[in-house]
């Protein structure tokens, strides 16, 4: 049993008996379109071959295999081109909490070593994101950035320069100055996000679960993303700093060999 792009199940989708729906995905996305939308529609044109030529069950098991591997990335590909869209042009920013996490819970960054595929994903993150918002102890930890490093590779090189592109606010009363390309937030951290979000359009990423959880009881993160590690901690500084509301799973991919990308909203 499949599921279609929306959601609703279907298994009469996948028999062509009722329409054809490689041709539907073709029509969706065009034939040069989304390289996930071609796979689906070789493995699901080749299914409705066997089924007409008497293939063998196992081949036919084999093939719906496929077609099921194929569906579940063009779905996730969707929701987030979907999520993508509301990111771009919406006319507001959008806040996201986003940290590598153990399966246990925590957050300890000093566990996690990012591998070459998760690293260029995060360079891909900051050069794409409007900004960052930071409490004091993960903004001091941060400008370890600011001053090029010789041991550094390229990857590190691309990263740091991201990070120093972004605009970045800082919130803390104890801060008496920050860094380049940054403000501090001192007073009034509603006030102030909110007219953040509103002059800004694009993602705008939030630093540490404690800020997270001041700004989710102001109603006010839009996004949780969680990169979740094959990693056991069993102490320290978990995720979320407290209950929230329920949340609402929008995708789910890997990074890498190990890593699972989740992406929650507010339900």
Known sequence: MMRDYNGTVGPEKLSGRTHTPAKSLMNMFGPKGNPQARNLFDVMAKLQQAEGGGSKSADRTCDMKSVDLAYNRLH?????????????????????FGMNQSLDGYVDDMAFAPSPTLFRHFIEEAQGQAGSVYGRQMYEVMRYWDDDHPEWDAAEHAFAAAWRNQPKWVVSRSLKSVGPNARLVEDDLEGAIREL???????????????????????????????????????????????????????????????????????
């Open 76 to 96: 996730n590909a969707i929701r987030t081109a979907r999520m993508c869209r509301v990111r771009k042009g919406s006319g507001m920013a959008r806040l996201v």
């Open 197 to 267: 979000k509103a002059e800004r359009d694009g993602e705008i990423e939030v630093a540490g679960p404690d800020l997270a959880q001041s700004l989710t009881e102001l109603g006010l993160i839009d996004e949780y993303r969680i990169y979740l590690h094959p990693v056991v901690l069993g102490h320290g500084k978990p995720y979320f700093a407290r209950p929230r509301p329920p949340l609402r799973l929008m995708a789910n991919d890997r990074i890498g060999e190990d890593v699972i990308r989740l992406a929650y909203v507010p339900a």
